[in-house]
Structures are given as structure tokens and as C-alpha cells.
């Protein structure tokens, strides 16, 4: 159950009821109505904009209106209160019996709470990681592959058909110094002394196994061929060695991959899908030959002062039009980047999400123009810009650096610290935001860990229900059976109450995040939670009187412990939404 959509259809239904009858409009848009925790936990459990939206097309003062679905929401059987606020807000103050039938309802639906179907099988595309195959994923890959793997979950709760998808960047340069690095280490593992590595190659020790499967495979051979027959041989064992590395490193932080696209597949053999793409948009007008303007204030490797193939880019919000093809009659990086999105659209995405490194943030805006004009507004883009990790150990910086080759990797964050903390932390900001990740702090067993501060309160509700069960040896007489038919009523105290409302938030949250594509809102609500019930936990610790397990009140017992288990469901499924585990101890 979502209180909020439950509400939200009730205050629609007492707007239908009072603007036609008292304001003579048939049929008034209700579209903006929502329903919402007030900002002030004072001003009650939940408010209405609906006054705040409609006053002014049905022509009233939004505080006049809201008197009149004041008094009709005040009639609900559920509302025990309904107040007009400030410039016309209605706020509702409900009865508590409504939050134990919402909490009867948590443990019905079990780890099926939070979920739903408002995305109606939609089917959306999640494209993440996506680094180049030049070597092991660093900790700037570690931020999006979890944000992107969690964003997909998200999604996938709340009813999206969703496709993880890997984009492989093996058609550029990158991949030819790739394949140059790995020959001197097929070289070096054949006996011969490389010295050091030169500038402009991979120096890292992690292409030292493909030197030596070359050997295996090939014996000397390579040797006698010529660059341009030896090169497309070991590039191809390269970039898959690559590739089965960075599977490896995903595997260990439990994300993996529905698809690995290629992007040569985009301009190789009897298809062209990039030429394709190009004929698509000029069948609808969007490419043309012209000049660019040089850029204002920095060099473009894109701009040249010559006729060339744009595409109309600044039509759909772009700063300027696009090259899609370079001098030399080769196509621009973008080209291939509108023919992979293109091919998207022709899979039947409508829905596309990207999340790139924070040293993309200029494609976004040509990116969502390619998207919007191949599809004719029909498809969307969302571009998730994840900005850098800082690395810090004990408040010191770690230095990292790829090309220098001592850069931090993924496997050496989750290695040391493991999966868990590495995937709460990556989603613990937004993603637009720098990241603080200090490998001291992740790991403390503190409140000031928020990782540990959510798997405690999960391992503080298992304790409980251990203790309910010590304590029926005892004669207590509880069991966890008992929670099903317990009398919910008789959770009255503010703390409890309060939990209550928190776990009515979860389905919103879910939805809310999913659908503006943004995880962390999942794991600030998860530490909001946890920080309510270690609250109330604590009262319990000063007040015996509020402790879940009640030795003279076996009936009251029951009821608390429906609580706590509501808490559990919550946090192992919140928990489970992100990848993290939801421990039944803490050691």
C-alpha cells in the first residue's frame, strides 16, 4: 500500500466533488494534485497543493478552496484532522488505526512491500560502466557501474522490463596502443628485455598475462609478421583478456551485464550502422553541409575550418551543430555514439539511460538531441553524470593515476574493504556530487558509518526476534508466528507511531527514486530509518516500560514484535534494492 497514492485519489475524489458543485467546473485538472509529507512533522502526516494548483484556473483564493476539501477530507473515516496552512495547503493528521492496517498490510505483502507496476513493462535501456578495455576498472568506474547497477533495480522494482547494458569501446586508438603495449609484453614473456615502458603505452603489469597467453597461442609467429598483420591478432586477445578482467571486477561488487555491445560491430562487415543512422537523419532533414564556427574560448578537436557533414543538433537544445564525419572522410567519434543510440531505438527502447564519468558532462546535451531527433520525440535520453571519487585513507589522500600505471583499482577498494560498504557509499550522495571514500571511515563500527549503521539496525531487529525466542523458552509464550495475528492496536506510543509513518514512506521512495532515476534517495531514506529505530531502541534502553520484549505482556510482546519485523522487511528489501546484504549479526 502507498499512503500517498491512497490519499492523493482521495483528495481528487474531493475535488470532483467540490469544484463542480461550488465552483461551476465540470471537469477541473487534476494532473499537479499531489500528496506529500508536510515539511514540518508538526503540521500533521500528510499534505495536499491541491487548493494551491487549482484556485487559480477555477478562478477562487487557493485558501477558500482548501477550507471546502478541508471539511470534505475531514469526513474521511481515516482522517482524524484536516487543517488549511499557509497560503492553502490542506494537512491531514490521520487516525492510527489507519497506520496499523497499513502495517497489517507491510506484513501481508512481506518483500513484495514497495514494489509495483507503474512502469507498466516499459522497456528501458541502463547503459553503465562502459570503459574502455584497457585495463582493470578503476574506483571512478567502482561510482558507475553501482550507480548504474542500482538505478536498474530501482527500475526493475517498480515494473520496468530493463536491459544492463555494456558498451565496449573497442574501435578507437585506445584500443591500437592497447594492442601495442600487450606485442612488447608478448616480447618481454618471449625472453626479451623491454626496459622501461615507453611514453604514450600502458605500462601496468596487468597485460603481462596477455603477453604470455600470445606465447601460448601463438609461439614466435608474431614476430616474422609485419605491424599491420600482427596488430588485428593482438588486439583481438587483448581487448577480450581485457574484458574478461572487467567482468571479473563487476563480479566482485555482484553487478553483471544482460548485454555487451561492440563498437565495431557498428562499422564492420556487410553492416553499417553508422551510415545507416546518417541516411535516417537526412531522410528527416537533419543533416546538411556547412561551417562551424571556431570554438568560443577552448580548442575543439571536433571544429575545422571547412565544408562538412553537421548534424542539426542545435534544433533539439544543443549549444551548436555536430561533424559527423572528419576530414579525411572517416566518421567523428559522435557519429558513432548517434549510430549506438540509434541501434537502441531500433532494439525498441524508448527509454535510454546513460551513466557516464564526469569527463563527459559535455556530451550530454548532443546526446539527448541525437536521441530526440532520430526518434522524432518518441524515445527519451537520460544522461547520469557521476562525478570523481576522491580516495582517502584516515583523511589522507590516495593517489591514483591510470596511464602512470599505479592507479587504485576497483578490485583493490572491494578487496580491502569489501562489496558491501563499496556499494552503500557509491550511492550514499548524488551522483552529480564529489565523493569523499575514506577506506578508515567505510569500515568503522560506528553511527558515523552509514553503511554499518543500516546493517546494524537490520542485525538489531534479527537480535530481537532471537530474544523473543530465548524468552519463550523462558515462558514467555511469544513466537514469531504470533506477529501475524497480533494486536496492532496497541501500538500507541509516539516512537512507534513514528516508525509507522517512516514505513509507510518506502513505497513512495522506491517509485520516487526509480523514477527520477536516482539512487541515493533509496540509501539516505534506509540510514533515515535506521536512525529512527536505534532511537527508539535506545528509548527502550532508558525506559524498560517501551521495550519490544515484555515479560508480564505476552500480547503486547506480539505487537512490538510485528513492528520490528516490519523494519526488517523494509531494510533487507531497501538493502537488497542497492546490492547490499542485510547481515543477522554484526561481528
Not at 497480533?486 to 500507541?492: E, F, G, K, P, Y
Request: glycine share 8%; proline share 5%; net charge negative.
Amino acid at each position: 500500500m502507498n499512503v500517498f497514492e491512497v490519499f492523493t485519489a482521495r483528495v481528487v475524489a474531493a475535488v470532483q466533488k467540490v469544484v463542480p458543485a461550488e465552483f461551476g467546473v465540470a471537469d477541473p485538472d487534476v494532473s499537479r494534485v499531489a500528496v506529500e509529507p508536510p515539511r514540518d512533522a508538526s503540521h500533521g502526516e500528510l499534505s495536499t497543493n491541491a487548493a494551491m494548483v487549482l484556485a487559480k484556473p477555477i478562478g477562487t483564493n487557493p485558501r477558500a478552496l482548501a477550507a471546502r476539501l478541508a471539511a470534505v477530507l475531514g469526513e474521511d473515516p481515516d482522517v482524524a484532522k484536516a487543517e488549511v496552512a499557509g497560503p492553502g495547503f490542506v494537512n491531514l493528521t490521520l487516525r492510527p488505526a489507519f497506520w496499523h492496517g497499513l502495517l497489517a498490510e507491510l506484513l501481508r505483502l512481506g518483500a513484495g512491500y514497495g514494489r509495483s507496476g507503474v512502469g507498466r513493462g516499459a522497456r528501458v535501456n541502463v547503459e553503465f560502466v562502459s570503459a574502455n578495455p584497457t585495463g582493470p576498472l578503476h574506483v571512478g568506474h567502482c561510482r558507475g557501474a553501482v550507480v548504474g547497477d542500482a538505478m536498474a533495480s530501482l527500475l526493475d522494482a517498480t515494473g520496468h522490463d530493463v536491459t544492463r547494458e555494456y558498451y565496449i569501446n573497442d574501435a578507437g586508438g585506445q584500443v591500437d596502443v592497447l594492442a601495442r603495449s600487450a606485442f612488447l609484453r608478448y616480447r618481454e614473456a618471449l625472453g626479451e628485455t623491454i626496459g622501461a615502458i615507453p611514453d604514450g603505452l600502458y605500462p601496468g603489469d596487468y597485460l603481462v598475462p596477455v603477453g604470455e597467453a600470445l606465447v601460448r597461442e601463438h609461439g614466435k609467429s608474431l614476430l616474422a609478421m609485419s605491424e599491420g598483420d600482427w596488430l588485428p591478432i593482438v588486439r583481438t586477445t587483448a581487448i577480450d583478456m581485457m574484458m574478461a578482467m572487467i567482468r571479473d571486477d563487476l563480479a566482485a561488487l555482484n553487478i553483471t551485464h544482460d548485454v555487451f555491445f561492440s563498437e565495431r560491430s557498428l562499422s564492420s562487415g556487410a553492416s553499417d550502422r553508422i551510415a545507416e543512422a546518417i541516411a535516417a537523419f537526412r531522410a528527416r532533414d537533419l543533416v546538411y553541409v556547412g561551417r562551424l564556427p571556431p570554438p568560443k574560448g577552448q580548442p575543439s578537436e571536433d571544429w575545422e575550418d571547412r565544408e562538412q557533414t553537421l548534424f542539426r543538433s542545435s534544433a533539439f537544445g544543443d549549444d551548436i551543430d555536430r561533424p559527423l564525419m572528419k576530414s579525411d572522410g572517416s566518421y567523428t567519434y559522435f557519429a558513432g555514439d548517434i549510430a549506438y543510440h540509434y541501434d537502441k531505438y531500433l532494439r525498441g527502447f524508448r527509454s535510454m539511460i546513460d551513466v557516464l564519468g564526469a569527463d563527459h558532462g559535455g556530451y550530454v546535451k548532443r546526446l539527448r538531441a541525437a536521441v530526440t531527433g532520430m526518434s522524432g520525440g518518441e524515445a527519451t535520453l537520460d544522461v547520469k553524470i557521476c562525478q570523481l571519487v576522491k580516495l582517502l585513507r584516515g583523511g589522507e589522500p590516495v593517489k591514483m593515476g591510470k596511464r602512470a600505471g599505479n592507479f587504485v583499482t576497483l578490485r583493490d577498494v572491494v578487496d580491502e574493504v569489501g562489496a558491501d560498504p563499496v556499494r552503500f557509499m557509491m550511492v550514499y550522495r548524488t551522483s552529480e556530487a564529489m565523493l569523499d571514500f575514506d577506506f578508515q571511515k567505510v569500515t568503522e563500527q560506528s553511527k558515523d558509518n552509514p553503511v554499518f549503521y543500516v546493517q546494524y539496525a537490520h542485525a538489531r531487529t534479527a537480535s530481537v526476534f532471537r530474544q523473543a525466542a530465548d524468552a519463550a523458552t523462558k515462558g514467555l509464550g511469544t513466537t514469531y508466528l504470533a506477529t501475524r495475528r497480533a494486536d496492532l492496536s496497541l501500538l500507541s506510543d509516539a516512537g512507534e507511531m513514528a516508525l509507522l509513518r517512516k514505513l509507510s514512506d518506502y513505497p513512495r521512495i522506491v517509485e520516487s527514486a526509480a523514477l527520477a532515476h536516482e539512487p541515493h534517495r533509496l540509501a539516505f531514506y534506509l540510514h533515515e530509518l535506521a536512525s529512527d529505530f536505534h532511537a527508539h531502541w535506545n528509548r527502550g534502553t532508558e525506559l524498560p516500560q517501551l521495550r519490544f520484549i515484555n515479560q508480564a505482556d505476552p500480547v503486547l510482546t506480539d505487537a512490538r514484535l510485528a513492528l520490528v519485523d516490519a523494519v526488517r522487511v523494509v531494510l533487507s528489501s531497501g538493502l537488497a534494492i542497492l546490492g547490499v546484504h542485510a547481515p543477522e549479526e554484526m561481528r
